[in-house]
């Protein structure tokens, strides 16, 4: 066995000698490659040899330029991994940076997920997850919580108004302020719509907003999520007789008729606009 790989390999080494390639190359390009992938994502050095199925030593060394040289197909693995790649790979009890779990979990509990809810679901204490030192998880717990962020990303959770309003002060965005492509990496933000300063107006230099608009807004998107009237006063945290006066003083009574409407309650029945 020996003698046959030896003899294959020279066989190999000496039509590359004669056509001018070399089997090794300079570490440079797979060096900073690595680097990116740690600072630009937050990768482990442990996570790209899985990603590559190089020793964890090899991309140590690469990463502290300790290593002189390199295999070329060492360097046309490592050149092969994304991010991507890292956080979808099938190994289960590698480990991957935890802010994307964690920007996930934030965002359900911004539509109404609570820990208790959430936790059922994935199978570990969500609350000790957010919360546990360190900046990395397993693969299977980031995994676990992703399965869970796509099925209820669009659906409202059950929290109640003083729930809600606490989550809002802690200011987690919520899934539609996040893209797919950015939501684990690091240096991404998320996007909030236009700031507005503590009286509620635009910060300076921005389009103008209001705040009745944005709770149009919710309304709506509350009604087509199929939230009723009670449901719709615990998620604003407002009586449904303030909602529907403020909507109508600024313009937005057709919200309200449209929610009206599709309860088909004949108790209720939709205001006249303003002529």
């Given at each position: 066995?020996?003698?046959?790989?030896?003899?294959?390999?020279?066989?190999?080494?000496?039509?590359?000698?004669?056509?001018?390639?070399?089997?090794?190359?300079?570490?440079?390009?797979?060096?900073?490659?690595?680097?990116?992938?740690?600072?630009?994502?937050?990768?482990?050095?442990?996570?790209?040899?899985?990603?590559?199925?190089?020793?964890?030593?090899?991309?140590?060394?690469?990463?502290?330029?300790?290593?002189?040289?390199?295999?070329?197909?060492?360097?046309?693995?490592?050149?092969?991994?994304?991010?991507?790649?890292?956080?979808?790979?099938?190994?289960?009890?590698?480990?991957?940076?935890?802010?994307?779990?964690?920007r996930?979990?934030?965002?359900?509990?911004?539509?109404?997920?609570?820990?208790?809810?959430?936790?059922?679901?994935?199978?570990?204490?969500?609350?000790?997850?957010?919360?546990?030192?360190?900046?990395?998880?397993?693969?299977?717990?980031?995994?676990?919580?992703?399965?869970v962020?796509?099925?209820?990303?669009?659906?409202?959770?059950?929290?109640?108004?003083?729930?809600?309003?606490?989550?809002?002060?802690?200011?987690?965005a919520?899934?539609?302020?996040?893209?797919?492509e950015?939501?684990?990496?690091?240096?991404?933000?998320?996007?909030?719509?236009?700031?507005?300063?503590?009286?509620?107006?635009?910060?300076?230099?921005?389009?103008?907003?209001?705040?009745?608009?944005?709770?149009?807004?919710?309304?709506?998107?509350?009604?087509?999520?199929?939230?009723?009237?009670?449901?719709?006063?615990q998620?604003?945290?407002?009586?449904?007789?303030?909602?529907?006066?403020?909507?109508?003083?600024?313009g937005?009574?057709?919200?309200?008729?449209?929610?009206?409407?599709?309860?088909?309650?004949?108790?209720?029945?939709p205001?006249?606009?303003?002529?």
């Amino acid at each position: 066995m020996t003698s046959k790989y030896n003899a294959a390999y020279m066989k190999r080494w000496k039509i590359d000698h004669d056509r001018g390639l070399t089997r090794t190359t300079t570490p440079a390009r797979a060096s900073e490659h690595i680097r990116q992938l740690i600072s630009q994502h937050g990768v482990s050095i442990r996570s790209i040899a899985d990603a590559a199925g190089i020793s964890a030593g090899t991309i140590s060394l690469l990463n502290r330029g300790k290593q002189t040289s390199i295999k070329r197909t060492y360097e046309a693995k490592i050149l092969a991994v994304t991010a991507e790649k890292i956080f979808n790979r099938s190994l289960s009890t590698g480990f991957v940076p935890n802010i994307g779990a964690r920007r996930r979990l934030q965002a359900l509990m911004a539509i109404g997920w609570r820990h208790q809810d959430l936790t059922k679901r994935v199978g570990f204490s969500t609350g000790t997850m957010m919360h546990q030192r360190g900046n990395y998880i397993s693969q299977f717990k980031h995994e676990a919580v992703l399965k869970v962020y796509d099925q209820l990303w669009n659906v409202p959770g059950p929290a109640d108004g003083r729930t809600m309003t606490r989550v809002a002060k802690a200011g987690y965005a919520p899934p539609l302020a996040w893209d797919d492509e950015s939501i684990d990496d690091p240096a991404a933000a998320p996007d909030l719509g236009t700031p507005l300063n503590s009286r509620g107006r635009p910060a300076l230099g921005e389009a103008r907003i209001k705040k009745i608009d944005a709770l149009a807004e919710d309304v709506d998107y509350l009604r087509r999520t199929g939230a009723g009237i009670e449901e719709i006063e615990q998620r604003t945290g407002k009586r449904w007789a303030d909602i529907r006066s403020e909507l109508h003083r600024a313009g937005h009574q057709e919200v309200c008729d449209k929610l009206l409407i599709q309860l088909d309650n004949p108790k209720r029945t939709p205001r006249k606009a303003a002529a």
